[in-house]
């Protein structure tokens, strides 16, 4: 089933514009995200200099001030971003509801789990 099937009728939350993906506080948690993995969770080789938004919605609605590191967000380097962004992104009809699909999310929680072990170990 589509996501953008899911989504209540008429709900105002989700005909917020571009700007609004972003809390105030995004700075900080795309921040915290990239100390906590310093590693692109995509390729897992180069430095993550930016933090991937793998999706902006889910069950409980909008995302954005929410964001759980390694759940909904992810280190990335600027390369990967592109990619994930072009060729692993669907529901284009909703901004809101865009997002990875699930075999990319997968990959990107994947990708966090392989580098935090590294972390502790
Ligand atoms: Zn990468």
Known sequence: MQLSSQLPEAEPLLRLQGGDRYAHNWSAVSRRARRICPVCCWCQR???????????????????????????????????????????????????ARRNTPHAIDR??????????????
């Open 46 to 96: 180069a430095a993550a200099v930016e933090t991937h938004h793998a999706m902006y919605w889910d069950e409980k609605g909008a995302i954005a001030g929410r964001e759980i590191p390694g759940v909904h967000v992810f280190p990335v380097c600027e390369e990967c971003h592109t990619v994930l962004h072009r060729d692993h992104w669907f529901s284009p009809d909703d901004h809101l």
């Open 108 to 121: 990107l929680r994947a990708g966090w789990g392989q580098q935090a072990k590294k972390r502790i170990a």
